[in-house]
């Protein structure tokens, strides 16, 4: 049995398939870990998702910042630019039966046996497994009971920008949102910067990448991750991208986690034109 993870699909459905085609994907046997946004932006974020649901238990996909825009606009909650397609979802006859998938998926998946976790962006440096496992639990746990609609309400927002036990509430689970969703730089003290997505040397001074903060609590973890599309290589232990800029025109990436990981690319005409 072969695990691969996916970087972000962002609903360029047919590169995922051409991938799945190039690395012998077996759904008899072989697994497939995604690392969060599915859908938005690239053409066929529609096929996607039923293809990923489709798959059941041969796949574990956890949640990125563009599918929790996805379930929040299905719940009323308006889409504040038009960058986006998820238009075919939204009208789609199995809406109802997507979103409600969608919101079970976890916002964290950990493997014992293969020794990997996977996020969709990243850990703040106070967060050990144990804390991000429970951080994560309480925003699922928000979003697949009678949280929900409140959730959605007061998630989106830059603050607070910093980890404290004492946060509580909408303000403790919107700031796991963010880690575990939108960052890429914070401060060594762990202060998030959420405006920063450039490639590592374009960030304002004091600014690290959030695993790259000297001390960081999960760095005896293997992390995989997406979000980052112009993060590029990474060679620090334990730290494993997977978002080569498929929707820019880079390469839909797989990291086989079963053995010596080791990375498989497709390279990718791009749906969008990089915004910088």
Not at 87 to 116: K, N, S, V, Y
Request: aromatic share 8%; charged share 20%; proline share 7%.
């Amino acid at each position: 049995m072969a695990v691969y993870a996916i970087g972000d699909v962002q609903g360029c459905f047919e590169d995922l398939q051409r991938l799945l085609a190039h690395i012998d994907f077996d759904p008899a046997s072989d697994r497939l870990w995604f690392v969060g946004d599915l859908v938005n932006r690239g053409p066929q974020s529609l096929e996607t998702l039923r293809f990923v649901r489709a798959l059941g238990n041969r796949a574990v996909s956890v949640l990125g910042n563009h599918d929790l825009h996805l379930i929040a606009a299905a719940h009323g909650r308006p889409l504040n630019h038009d960058d986006h397609t998820l238009d075919a979802i939204l009208a789609a006859p199995d809406r109802t039966e997507l979103i409600e998938w969608l919101c079970q998926r976890p916002l964290l998946h950990h493997d014992d046996t293969l020794g990997f976790t996977m996020v969709h962006a990243g850990l703040p440096p106070q967060w050990d497994l144990a804390l991000a496992q429970q951080c994560a639990r309480e925003v699922e746990d928000a979003l697949r009971g009678a949280q929900r609609r409140a959730l959605i309400q007061h998630m989106y927002g830059n603050k607070p920008d910093q980890w404290s036990e004492q946060l509580q509430g909408q303000e403790r689970l919107r700031f796991s949102i963010n880690c575990l969703t939108r960052m890429r730089y914070c401060d060594a003290n762990g202060r998030l910067d959420l405006n920063s997505n450039g490639p590592p040397g374009t960030q304002p001074a004091g600014r690290l990448p959030w695993f790259a903060v000297p001390g960081r609590a999960s760095s005896d973890l293997n992390i995989v991750f997406g979000h980052w599309s112009t993060l590029g290589e990474c060679s620090m232990p334990g730290v494993f991208p997977t978002d080569s800029g498929c929707l820019w025109g880079g390469a839909l990436s797989a990291l086989r986690l079963d053995g010596e990981p080791r990375y498989l690319h497709v390279p990718c005409a791009g749906q969008r034109k990089p915004e910088k």
